[in-house]
């Protein structure tokens, strides 16, 4: 990207998502700093990789529409915060939670549980 160089589809969305979190920049430019540095969420850390890749995931679902519906919940979610940016911010959410959840009971992530917790965000006011 910083070259100019043509980039290939997926290349394409990394960069817009780095573009979008300039706080995590400092990180890709310290590969090795960052590999060795544990994000702790009790700090209020996030891991830059773990929530640009997140970002990577939702833009993969919507563009996709899978699970079926996901795409219309980006769309109100984005009319009502201003952002596609932020809307994704709230749907990272319950991704995060659902892939711990799977990840905890050693079972693949519930798609109907990660739904509801899609459509609570456009129910709520």
Not at 29 to 47: H, Q, V
Not at 92 to 103: F, T
């Amino acid at each position: 990207y910083e070259s100019g160089l043509p980039l290939e589809p997926l290349e394409k969305q990394i960069a817009a998502v780095i573009l979008q979190h300039p706080e995590y920049q400092i990180y890709l430019e310290d590969y090795e700093g960052a590999l060795a540095k544990d994000f702790l969420p009790e700090t209020g850390e996030s891991n830059p990789s773990l929530h640009m890749g997140l970002h990577i995931a939702i833009n993969e679902q919507i563009s996709t529409n899978r699970p079926a519906g996901v795409s219309g919940i980006h769309r109100r979610l984005q009319l009502r915060h201003g952002s596609a940016h932020e809307a994704e911010h709230q749907m990272i959410e319950c991704l995060a939670e659902s892939l711990w959840e799977a990840q905890r009971e050693g079972k693949a992530p519930d798609e109907n549980r990660y739904m509801e917790r899609l459509k609570k965000l456009v129910e709520l006011r």
